[in-house]
């Protein structure tokens, strides 16, 4: 069983930066692969970024190429998605998800365990 806690997400004004983490339970969380996603209001839940169990791969949204970097901490169980010039349509809840397979963070089918999320609101 693994749990994942999302932190960092608030309110920053377009243009700035936020840093999102995600603290993940149990000692096998080296072992997966990591995501993240988001749902903005109104809209259904897209695929942000992706990261291999080693950070060796990693995948992005083509949106968030070149503003966004996923990177993971294997020894402190923790993944981040750093995002940066952040734009009003990154506006949306953000969430972790965890899968020992990567392809199914890439698909977002499948997928073994959700955070429950993290809101990031960014205004004009």
């Known amino acids: 069983q693994v749990q994942l806690v999302e932190s960092g997400g608030g309110l920053v004004q377009a243009g700035g930066s936020l840093r999102l983490s995600c603290a993940a339970s149990?000692?096998?969380?080296?072992?997966?692969?990591m995501g993240w996603f988001r749902q903005a209001p109104g809209k259904e839940r897209e695929f942000v970024s992706a990261i291999s169990w080693s950070g060796g791969s990693t995948y992005y949204i083509d949106s968030a190429k070149g503003r966004f970097t996923i990177s993971r901490d294997n020894a402190k169980n923790t993944v981040y998605l750093q995002m940066n010039s952040l734009k009003l349509e990154d506006t949306a809840v953000y969430y972790c998800a965890a899968d020992l397979n990567l392809l199914s963070i890439r698909r977002g089918s499948g997928v073994d365990y959700w955070g429950k999320g993290t809101l990031v609101t960014v205004s004009s």
């Open positions: 149990g000692r096998t969380f080296s072992r997966y692969a």
